[in-house]
């Protein structure tokens, strides 16, 4: 499969994904029973993510969306910026940051911190996909769904220079 000019090969089947999605709600569902977590999600590549995993949360929860972006092409350029600011008060809510990737960790280790200024009483991260080999900053990612290598990978949200982001499936840069 092409996107712009670069092949791309199956890596993640939807239903794969949709199994792992559930056991990541599953976990949380668990974790916090009797709480009141607020979920945001980081956009834009986190939408789909958070639409499948949100509807597969029990708790009375929140949603709320906030839009970053540090990838140009297919680097990570380590400027993060934050576009879109959130509407809800963060002080002493428990906040679980829904991604789509962590792969340097820069985008959720920025977030972390400024949710933890701004009084959250606990801040953890629930990612589709996980790229160890690739953080470069101390994180701790509490929920994620498959660690891969350092891969370059499109499809359910992901993108390639703003295509692949409707694919159901996770395609990999053909090696
Ligand atoms: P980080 O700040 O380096 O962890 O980057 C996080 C963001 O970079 C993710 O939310 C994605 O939007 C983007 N990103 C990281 N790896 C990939 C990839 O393999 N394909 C597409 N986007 C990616
Ligand atoms: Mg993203």
Redesign the pocket.
Known sequence: MKIHDKEFIKYISSDEISITLKSIADKINVDYEGKNPLFVS?L???FIVAADLFREIKLESEISFVKVS??HD?E?SGD?KKLIGLNEPIFNRDVIFI??????????KKMTEEFKELGAKSVEVATLLY?PE?VAVDLHVKYFGFEIPP????GYG???NGLGRNLKDIYQLKP
Do not use: A, H, P
């Open positions: 980081i834009n590549g986190s540090s990838y297919m990570s993060v991604e789509d990737i962590v792969d340097s960790g820069r985008t959720i790229k690739s891969l370059f990978v499109v992901l993108d390639y």
